[in-house]
């Protein structure tokens, strides 16, 4: 079992960053695949970045590619997404989540996904 819990969300003007982190519970975190989603009002949750585990790979949506960078710190059992040069249209709830898979493979599907934290909101004004 793996509890997720998600901070470092909040206002911030367009162009601005953030960095959002997702701390686990559980001995066996570094065994997670982790990923990112984010779901703004009357939307579908939509996949932003995942990671593998071991870290050895890396994948982004085309819409946030070159501005935000996935993260993991095994050792403090959290997973950062660095967020740069944020636009209005990032504004949604971002979802950090947890998925148990193969190493060294990324997970995009939210269907693959076995935890999820609770969420933060992020509001990126024009």
């Known amino acids: 079992q793996v509890q997720l819990v998600e901070s470092g969300g909040g206002l911030v003007q367009a162009g601005g960053s953030l960095r959002l982190s997702c701390v686990a519970s559980?001995?066996?975190?570094?065994?997670?695949?982790m990923g990112w989603f984010r779901q703004a009002p009357g939307k579908e949750r939509d996949f932003v970045a995942a990671l593998s585990w071991g870290a050895v790979r890396t994948y982004y949506a085309d819409s946030v590619k070159c501005r935000f960078t996935i993260s993991r710190d095994n050792g403090k059992n959290t997973v950062y997404l660095q967020m740069n040069s944020l636009k209005p249209e990032d504004t949604a709830v971002y979802y950090c989540?947890?998925?148990?898979?193969?190493?060294?493979?990324?997970?995009?599907?939210?269907?693959?996904?076995?935890?999820w934290g609770q969420g933060t909101q992020v509001t990126v004004s024009s």
């Open positions: 559980g001995r066996t975190f570094g065994s997670y695949a």
């Open positions: 989540a947890a998925a148990g898979s193969p190493f060294g493979v990324v997970v995009v599907s939210t269907r693959d996904y076995n935890y």
